[in-house]
């Protein structure tokens, strides 16, 4: 049997990664004046990176719009043909031109990353990546950057730029593939539990993300200060803050669920929740559904999920939280509490979605095969 190859792209981000070599850390304790200095000198470094980077993403939009023009529709293009347009690395600047050549239907460019194919059949690769130190090096612009792959992957195809993030595309193979009958179903919610994992078959279930809307209270309360001060790089910092807290979130909760399908020899069935935020709903509530990142979590448990060799499904949400997961009669909650009328079964209304979600995903996965 053949091994299933996936490819997976990671976000990294770049003012945070760059690594200063020529700043030499020192084991004795700084003062504070050197240590401004040293900040200084590091801001000054990446001032000068970021010209670079915007320099170059400058010239390679004006190539692009160059290579889309009727008049060069026929004719074969080379690097030494854009070379009075400007200065860019020949590995970038091919890149350019094999993309907008080829597409004959962008008409218009509005933006350009610059892609650095990886080129491992060359002696001097453009991407290299050091495994133990865990650093990433873009030989043409001259970048090193602090990454941990989280995943064992089989080569690093290209690498895109921009002045803001870095994108790493990456091929993974599965080498077990497991053919697994029983599925685990994911409730997600927004108040009390995030995500509610369950298997119905055994009954066992496990709440995940407690006590987080206490967080998401708080940083809506420091905004609200902030916006009434009038500190708006404040503001602006602590949004990212908030931003990268819920990635790691969503990361960990990911982890958790592909973890939990693995131990209960299990494929992953979660609610579809498109549209979900065009539901009529209350002014705080609709607060925490439009900050909560659902399509995000979805993305890493299907990635994630798929590097571990088991399926995720995805299922209608529709009366997950009404129907009995035994007898399957429709009643309405309580609450938190879900009472059956019909076979007397007093469940949590959380860990009743999560069966019912659990039977639907098995259900589609026969009905698939």
Known sequence: MEDDVSILTYKINLHRSIIYYDIKKKKRKIDKVKRLKKKKSQLKKWRLIRRKINKY???????????????NKYRSI??????????????????????YKNNKKIKNVKSVNLVVPADYEKKHPSVRYNKDKGVLEIVPLKLNLKWTCPISYTKINQVEVNNKYVYVCLTTTVKEKRNYQRMVGVDLNIKHNLATV?????RKHEYLGKNYIYEKIKFREIRRRYQKQGKTKTLKRFGNKEQRMMN?????????????????????AMEDLTGIRKTRSSKSFRYFLNSWQFHKLRLFVGYKSQAAGIKAVFVDPKYTSQDCSRCGERNKPRGKKYKCQHCNLEIHRDKNACFNISN??????????
């Open 198 to 202: 369950g298997e119905s078959k055994s």
């Open 78 to 99: 080379t690097t030494k043909d854009t070379k009075h347009l400007g200065k860019i690395p020949s590995a970038i600047n091919n890149q350019i031109i094999r993309k």
């Open 360 to 369: 639907r995903g098995s259900q589609s996965l026969v009905s698939s095969d």
């Open 57 to 71: 993403l400058r010239v390679g939009r004006i190539i692009a719009k160059w290579v889309i023009r009727p008049e």
């Open 248 to 268: 790691d979130l969503n990361h960990k909760l990911s982890n958790r669920i592909v973890q939990f399908a693995l131990e209960r020899k299990g494929n992953i």
